[in-house]
């Protein structure tokens, strides 16, 4: 099977992106208008600078913070990992495996142009990425 890039799943793309002054509540409700976990936040030229997801939320209201005030860019994520569009998805798979991520931004040229996530992954994906960490586990 040859491998998808990630500018081939991101094709049609739209991911959602506000500015660093929006505060968590404005965020929170675009996540869930558009049903996705992660919000980019980008500058004016559309610069990749966070990255906002559903564990940022609760954190913020863990620690009794008032989301209506509380601008994205105090709680994001600050220059997150990205992948290119030339990239694998086995790479994606594997890095979003690794480090424990939900959601990795697609990023070219320090501009935003997509991100995906786990779900974003056909299941022969999947599978092939399960059997390869298996047989590296296997190896250890």
């Excluded at 040859?2 to 959602?16: A, C, F, H, N, W």
């Excluded at 966070?50 to 601008?71: C, H, N, Q, S």
Aim: aromatic share 4%; net charge positive.
């Amino acid at each position: 099977m040859p491998q998808r890039t990630m500018g081939e799943i991101i094709r049609d793309q739209k991911p959602l992106t506000l500015p660093p002054a929006a505060t968590v509540s404005q965020a929170c409700a675009a996540m869930y208008a558009r049903k996705v976990g992660a919000v980019l936040v980008v500058n004016g030229e559309h610069h990749l600078l966070g990255i906002f997801t559903g564990r940022d939320a609760v954190r913020l209201l863990a620690e009794g913070a008032d989301a209506k005030k509380t601008p994205v860019e105090a709680v994001m994520t600050k220059n997150p990992t990205t992948l290119g569009p030339k990239a694998t998805a086995m790479e994606a798979l594997l890095l979003l495996n690794d480090a424990g991520f939900r959601h990795l931004p697609v990023v070219e040229g320090g501009r935003v142009v997509g991100i995906v996530s786990r779900y974003d992954f056909r299941a022969k994906e999947q599978a092939r990425f399960d059997d390869e960490t298996g047989f590296m586990e296997m190896m250890r």
